[in-house]
Every structure is written in C-alpha cells, then in structure tokens.
C-alpha cells in the first residue's frame, strides 16, 4: 500500500516514473476519509490544492529532493490562504499571507501540502485538545493522547496519514508525540530550521526550535536536509549546512533517568536495549551521570511556563471561558507566583549559560547521550498521576528529560525501540552537542538499522 511506504521510497518511485504523485496523494487522502474520524489529528485538509499540485507534479521536471510527495504541517506554522488558528478561539481568523519558512522550504523542494494538523490551545500542554477541533486521540489506543503540542503531526504520520511533516518544540513538543506514537523526530539546535512564521509569534527565543518528524530516522534526515539552513528573517538562524559527521570512536553515555525521577519499567528496559545494540555497534558505552544540571527543568518553567503566563492571562481576560481546560490548567499552575523583576530574568539568563557550560565540558568526553525521552509512555486522557518503578510522578518530573534540552539548547532525536507490556511504542532519545544534528542522525539510523522493523499500529 504506497501511503504504508517510507518517505525515502515514495521519493525515489516517483522520481522514477513508478508511481504519479497522483496516486500518492489520492492513496494518503483516501487513508485520511479512513482514519481521521478515529484520530482527529488535522484541523484543515487541503485536498483540492494537493490532486491540484500533484498534477503539476506529474507534468513537471522532477527536481527537487521530495518532488511531487505529500507531507504535513502542525497548525502553528503559516501556510498562505490559510489561517492559524493554534487551537484557541484567541487567535486570529484571517489567512495568512505568506508561508511560513518551512512550509517555503518543502515546496521549493517539491513537497505538497496535504493538510495542518492539531495542537492543543496555544502549544501550551502535553496533551492534544482544544475548542476548536477537538481532541486527538493516539493511533495505538485511542482512549491515550499523542502528546502535544504536535500531536496532530505525530499522530497523522504514525496512522498512515501522512509520511512526514514539521512540528515544533518548545518544552519536547516532538519528541514527547514521536515517543507516545512510535515514530521519529528531531529538536535540531535553536539556529539550524528558521521559525520564521511559526505563532505564537513571540515564541521562547533560544528554547522553541523547529523540528522534522516521520516514521524513521532516514526519513527525518532527508526532511531535515530540506529545512535546515540560515534565514536572515530569522534573527536566530545561522549558516551551517548539512554536513558528513564521522561517528567512528564516538562514546556514547547512558543516563538511565533524570536525577532520581524514576521511570516506568518499559522506558528502563527499551534504554538498555538501545544501550546494548550501539555496543554492539562498536561504539564505546558508558554509563553517564551529568553534573550541575539537576535545576534545569525549573530554570526552563521560568522561561517557558512563568514569564509568558501573566501576557497569556491578560490576553484572555474577560473570556475566559473560551479557553480550553489544558491551556487554563498551565496557566493557573504559573501563576501562583509574583511577578517576575527584571533581575530576575538576567540572573536566570547567566544560570542557564553557566549550566550549559558545565555540561558542555563534560560532553567533550562523551559527544552523545543516550536517555529516555520521557519517563512514561502515552497516557490516558486527562491522566495527570503516573506510576513509576518506585512511586507516582507527575507531568512536570516525567518530561525532565526533555525539557532539560530545550533549556539548554541541545539538540535530541527520538528513535522508536521498544514496546510497553500495554502495547504502546516507546522511544529512546539521543542527545549531542549544539550544531551536531548529522552525528546523532548518523548514529540514529544505525541503531535503527540494528532494531530492525518497527511495526505501525493496527
């Protein structure tokens, strides 16, 4: 079935003149009538513009890196004649007038826009629902979320929807999803995908990156070659293209949990798989217990979750009860605190970059980490309490592992690894140095490759 194949495959039969773009289309648009009732992942469906793209595609030269392959968008990035509409009745309803930089970038590169997908209300909770289009629900059990905030993307693309897209990540917002749904994504270093036209647009400079998301690492690296690079819209972006990393001699170091915030028995036994198959791979595997990071998560809520939530709560004043529970529960939760001084914020500032530097140094020994992407996997719906090995943790401690990433501006990639006892996907993160995207891609493929085929849900 095409729309079953990877995005590398359906690259190279269209190319070839095997299949028409057509046909790619109608096969991802047809799974779409299918399976959205069940998952709601998207917000608006673009299909007459797609059929109307891919005939073009079909008559045109095949030139660009995904010519004529569909893909998708999470609904917090602009697309030209379309609004963004992030969830919340608080956004605009007007179309855009111009594609966001990614959505630029997989067109000039030949990809067609199949649709945008869901968000929870203004990206701000792990889970994927709003007023607006309601609730996405996880193709591996539905009564489980995707994750959020791209967990319309995550879960298109793990249902068959879709074979790739763009999500972005501001607190593990594609890892989370890639993890809960059994695909891959990547949270490249803040600088190397602009996140011009990406809302809200005020964003967290330095901690909201953009990021590819597919079923497989190879996928993700093609998507990847296609976003990257500088844009001086992007004040942010810098020039460093794709490049060959050499992973020969590079060590690898296994941290098992975030300080001493347990895990659930899956997440451990997928880790040590993992850890297993790349020294199996040759690479040096040690264990890692990373120094002088143990507040990082609490220095990204005050940047992320504490400092935006005072102009959130003004924006919506007086109506608020157009504001969906996980977008109120966030903000409730940040703003029982006083206001933040300026001090505040430029002593917290010198933190992060004190911290990053510590970790830095003890990188130069161990260029990449290997770690869970979260210490649960997909939760119910509204579940707030997760049991662990040893006790119950809440949302804030189970995603510590990626936060701590987002704060420091590292980049991780999610390789899909495992199986919970429940049936669901659990993914293993790999983290590196800032600017060395190819080195965990490379070492990801590989460590896929060693897995072997990761089964879709049913």
């Known amino acids: 079935m095409l729309h079953r194949l990877p995005l590398v495959e359906m690259v190279s039969l269209v190319r070839s003149g095997i299949i028409s773009s057509l046909e790619l289309v109608n096969a991802h648009l047809d799974q779409i009538e299918r399976k959205n009732p069940h998952l709601n992942a998207f917000t608006m469906l673009m299909a007459d513009q797609a059929r109307e793209s891919a005939r073009r595609a079909d008559q045109g030269l095949k030139t660009g890196l995904l010519h004529g392959v569909p893909v998708t968008v ?16 608080f956004a605009p309803e007007t179309a855009a007038l111009e594609d966001a930089a990614v959505v630029s970038r997989l067109r000039g590169a030949g990809a067609i826009i199949l649709g945008k997908t869901n968000t929870p209300e203004f990206l701000v909770s792990y889970e994927s629902d709003n007023f607006i289009t309601g609730r996405t629900n996880n193709p591996w059990d539905v009564e489980r979320t995707p994750g959020g905030s791209s967990g319309g993307e995550a879960a298109a693309i793990a ?6 897209g763009v999500g972005s990540d501001g607190g593990g917002s594609v890892r989370v999803p890639a993890h809960f749904c059994g695909i891959a994504g990547l949270k490249p270093t803040p600088g190397r995908i602009s996140l011009y036209g990406h809302r809200p647009a005020e964003g967290v400079p330095g901690i909201s990156v953009v990021g590819p998301m597919a079923r497989s690492v190879e996928d993700v690296r093609l998507l990847f070659d296609v976003l990257a690079g500088y844009d001086d819209r992007d004040p942010l972006t810098a020039p460093v293209l794709p490049r060959v990393l050499k992973t020969d001699g590079v060590r690898i170091g ?42 990082a998560p609490n220095l990204w809520n005050f940047f992320f979750g504490e400092l935006p939530a005072r102009s959130m709560k003004e924006r919506i004043a007086g109506r608020e009860a157009e504001a969906h529970w996980t ?15 300026a001090w505040q914020v430029v002593e917290s500032m010198g933190a992060r970059d004190a911290m990053r530097r510590r970790l830095l140094e003890q990188m130069r020994r161990v260029p990449v980490i290997l770690l869970p992407v979260a210490s649960i996997v997909a939760f119910h719906h509204r579940e707030r309490r997760f049991q662990t090995e040893t006790k119950p943790i809440g949302l804030f401690q189970a995603m510590m592992t990626v936060t701590t990433f987002n704060l420091l501006g590292l980049p991780g990639l999610v390789v899909p690894f495992g199986m ?36 879709g849900p049913e």
């Open 327 to 341: 977008y109120l529960e966030g903000l409730d939760r940040q703003l029982d605190r006083p206001p933040a001084s």
């Open 420 to 455: 919970s006892e429940e049936g669901l996907p659990v993914g293993v993160q790999l983290v590196g140095r800032p600017w060395e995207e190819e080195l965990l891609l490379e070492i990801g493929t590989r460590l896929e490759s060693a897995r072997g085929p990761f089964r």
């Open 74 to 89: 999470k609904d917090s990035f602009d697309v030209a004649g379309f609004p963004t509409r992030l969830g919340s009745y």
């Open 159 to 164: 249902g068959y929807c879709s074979p790739g």
């Open 254 to 295: 296994v941290m098992e949990q975030f300080c001493d915030v347990p895990v659930q028995p899956s997440v451990r036994a997928a880790l040590k798989i993992a850890a297993k198959a790349l020294g199996d791979l040759g690479f040096p595997v040690d264990e890692f217990r990373p120094e002088g990071i143990d507040r």
